[in-house]
């Protein structure tokens, strides 16, 4: 092109321009709305999902030996993001809280290299009595049990790294 020479541009209409540009649609407000009530239309769905879920890593914990593999562990750290996910999408905030603390247990387990399946079932069965359609917890007995799975990633990593806990 030559330094005399100007560009041309040439401003192409397609769909998207004219969607963009056109009156119409709803408000951001109705739109969350009408979501909430789309996922809340779910639950029926999904909730028993969750508990299938649950169960499946209590039947794979039931038979698996006492030292687990990475690919064990692996599996389940799947199987926890299927439940951190749906807890956290349903409200189960309980539930969601046990499922991160058994997402931060496995990748403590990957990294150190250790693999017992006590503190696997520690958290599953504590998982358990979070499902939906169990009883409530009192938020105190939560908050404690949830220190308590702390304390038990802690003792792990501490007894990994060879410095006792006490």
Same mark, same amino acid.
């Given at each position: ?5 100007s560009a041309r ?21 109705? #739109? ?10 779910? /639950?029926?769905? =999904?909730?028993?999902? *969750?508990? %299938?879920? &649950? ?31 749906? #807890? ?10 046990? /499922?991160?603390? =058994?997402?931060?247990? *496995?990748? %403590?387990? &990957? ?18 009595m979070f499902r ?35």
């Amino acid at each position: 092109m030559k330094s005399n020479e100007s560009a041309r541009v040439i401003y192409y209409r397609n769909s998207l321009h004219y969607l963009l540009n056109s009156g119409g649609g709803i408000t951001r407000e109705k #739109a969350i709305s009408e979501a909430s009530k789309n996922v809340e239309g779910l /639950a029926g769905e =999904l909730l028993p999902v *969750l508990n %299938d879920e &649950i169960s499946k890593l209590e039947e794979a914990l039931s038979s698996a030996p006492q030292a687990l593999s990475e690919t064990f562990i692996r599996e389940v750290f799947q199987r926890q993001g299927v439940i951190y996910n749906l #807890a956290g999408t349903f409200g189960c905030s309980g539930l969601r809280q046990i /499922a991160k603390s =058994l997402g931060d247990l *496995l990748a %403590d387990m &990957i990294e150190l290299g250790v693999r017992p399946i006590e503190p696997i079932q520690v958290h599953v069965r504590a998982a358990r009595m979070f499902r939906p359609g169990m009883p409530p917890v009192h938020e105190e007995a939560q908050t404690l049990l949830i220190n308590h799975l702390a304390s038990v990633r802690q003792f792990l990593r501490s007894e990994a790294e060879g410095r006792p806990l006490l």
